[in-house]
């Protein structure tokens, strides 16, 4: 990887106020708390109101970065914001969070990678930032799930929340966060996890319940347990460090027996391990930076600290980096 110029110097998350727990979902399709819990870890999750979307949830998590780390954001010059659930299907959010923010000279753009998202974000940032194009950005990670989630098929609304995090990247040549990075697709695998919007058939087979976020759960973990723990992999061989050196995973908070298993197979302590899902479930691109602020806000991630986060899910398509953290 080519010497980075970046580095992460604030972060901020910001979740809805409504809590959907596994006991209300008991009322909504044949499910109960212990075969949720047994299932995925996850215990409950937030849930937006009806007129609260992608664009204010990311809006709320920079005022968060903002109030706590006394960050002005008046000369940011572009926005990237990772989301498979814009608010619509242009303008994007990113756009709506310029304005939002009064950020008079910046660049905006969406990033949806899904799951992967806000991975792919921070590898977007680093590159814009490392190659001298700008100097300043913001990358968010927010999803509103509830929105495109069918609350009457019981293998995936159990599993989804709302929620973001947003962190502020910035041009640093003596101590730069990123150390080492990975990114994968594997389209032909799209169908084990979609949500239909124009079209109606893919790969020459038709969808089903457009609109709404259809997945193959078994197909999904399959792959993530198997393709994960080797991209891990090929982004140690470039990193400056060993495994043994890294001091926090922080995956994708999909599923709790998920990440159990690729620590199993990459021999990661799951005690080191970070994610969010048990409070939030799964928030799509928002679960990486929910689940570093929550490290942070329990005193668990400090300056120094070497974190090896890494996104996966719809696209297939996954992406790691290894960060060196030092923020404020």
């Not at 727990?21 to 937006?48: C, F, H, M, S």
């Not at 799951?270 to 490290?295: Q, R």
């Amino acid at each position: 990887m080519h010497t980075s110029k970046a580095r992460i110097t604030a972060i901020g998350s910001y979740v809805p106020k409504r809590t959907l727990t596994n006991y209300d979902l008991e009322k909504l399709v044949e499910t109960n708390n212990e075969w949720v819990l047994q299932r995925t870890g996850i215990n409950e999750r937030r849930i937006a109101h009806q007129y609260e979307y992608t664009s204010d949830i990311s809006y709320q998590a920079v005022r968060n970065l903002m109030e706590r780390y006394n960050k002005s954001i008046d000369d940011v010059d572009m926005i990237i914001v990772c989301t498979m659930t814009p608010d619509f299907k242009t303008p994007s959010v990113a756009s709506l969070l310029q304005a939002k923010l009064g950020i008079k000279n910046a660049g905006a753009m969406d990033v949806n990678t899904a799951c992967s998202g806000f991975t792919y974000g921070l590898h977007v940032a680093n590159g814009l930032i490392t190659s001298g194009l700008h100097k300043k950005i913001l990358v968010i990670g927010a999803d509103t799930m509830s929105k495109i989630t069918n609350f009457e098929d019981r293998s995936t609304c159990i599993l989804f929340g709302d929620g973001g995090g947003a962190v502020l990247v910035e041009y640093d040549e003596q101590q730069p966060s990123f150390l080492a990075a990975h990114v994968g697709s594997e389209g032909e695998k799209a169908k084990n996890l979609y949500c239909s919007n124009l079209a109606y058939r893919m790969f020459d087979e038709d969808l089903m319940n457009s609109g709404k976020l259809v997945q193959n759960g078994r197909e999904v973990y399959k792959w993530a347990v198997t393709t994960v723990p080797k991209g891990i992999q090929k982004l140690m061989e470039n990193a400056p460090i060993p495994f043994s050196g890294v001091d926090w995973f922080v995956p994708h908070s999909a599923n709790l027996r998920m990440i159990e298993s690729i620590c199993e197979k990459t021999n990661f302590p799951i005690e080191k391990t970070l994610y969010s899902l048990v409070e939030y479930g799964n928030t799509s691109a928002a679960t990486i930076p929910l689940s570093l602020d929550k490290g942070v806000l329990e005193g668990k991630i400090k300056n120094g600290n070497k974190l090896l986060l890494y996104g996966f899910g719809g696209g297939l398509a996954h992406s790691g980096a290894l960060i060196d953290w030092n923020i404020g």
